[in-house]
């Protein structure tokens, strides 16, 4: 049956799946040609990225399959999941496989590992023509290497905690500092304030007692001139008499005690 007349999506989705496996085929193909380790590596990446896009076209493929199936008759629908299960086995067959050139080069690296510059010593010996004595020398020395990076490893990481940890307690110190910073800042802010609530209360005292003190004045002065009025003439009579104070001895009583 042709997927067209069911869902032309997935028609297209079972095209594109078709196309990565005939990829995968050719490419596992290719793959056994390649002798250089690294070429085999990079290809088994390129394939592992195509398995990857299967993967996702296969679970594109069976939501909308789901999404049909309220729609098909019965055998349409089994179609469709026989068709998804074809699909995923030949997957798993290529991811098989992937294992197994996977684990291959793993046994090329070990008696082939690379040099600074990159490439395998020429006259490297192959295991095939290497002693048990020399097999057992070559996996202690690439044990011994092996712990040695692990070790450097270690102490990188243990340097790199160290450092963390200088750096936490840095920022702890500071956020500490801050704070303080922050509380002190809020002590002068309030300190403030209340200098200057204190100033308004000092201004309104100080207006407060000179009108007090220019209320005063002005009652001494009226007193001092009233006193004076008196004196001068005491015979006005539109001037009381101030409380306390003697009206004074006219000159002419004074001398005719004088003259008795």
Do not use: W
């Not at 679970?59 to 629908?77: L, M, Q, S, W, Y």
């Not at 450092?163 to 002068?188: C, F, H, P, W, Y």
């Not at 309104?204 to 001139?225: E, H, N, P, S, Y």
């Amino acid at each position: 049956m042709d997927l067209a007349s069911v869902n032309e999506d997935l028609a297209e989705i079972d095209g594109q799946i078709s196309d990565i496996f005939r990829t995968l085929q050719n490419g596992f193909q290719k793959l056994d040609k390649i002798k250089d380790a690294n070429r085999r590596s990079r290809q088994l990446e390129e394939l592992t990225d195509k398995m990857r896009d299967c993967k996702r076209l296969i679970k594109d493929f069976e939501r909308v399959v789901k999404d049909e199936t309220g729609h098909v008759d019965p055998n349409t629908a089994r179609m469709l999941n026989d068709r998804k299960q074809s699909q995923i086995k030949e997957l798993n067959s290529y991811v098989a496989l992937k294992k197994q050139h996977a684990s291959e080069n793993k046994r090329v690296d070990l008696f082939d590992a690379p040099t600074e510059d990159g490439f395998g010593e020429e006259n490297v010996l192959l295991a095939s023509n290497m002693t048990n004595q020399q097999l057992m020398q070559h996996g202690d020395s690439l044990m011994d290497e092996t712990d040695q990076a692990l070790a450097r490893s270690k102490q990188t990481v243990q340097e790199t905690i160290n450092v963390g940890t200088e750096t936490a307690a840095a920022l702890k110190a500071q956020t500490e500092q801050m704070s303080r910073v922050v509380n002190e800042l809020d002590s002068i802010h309030f300190s403030l304030k209340k200098a200057s609530k204190l100033v308004k209360e000092i201004g309104r005292q100080v207006a407060t007692d000179k009108c007090i003190m220019a209320l005063l004045f002005l009652i001494v002065a009226g007193v001092i001139a009233v006193i004076i009025v008196k004196i001068v003439n005491p015979h006005n009579k539109d001037i009381p008499d101030i409380p306390g104070l003697a009206p004074p001895v006219s000159r002419r009583l004074l001398s005719i005690v004088e003259g008795k």
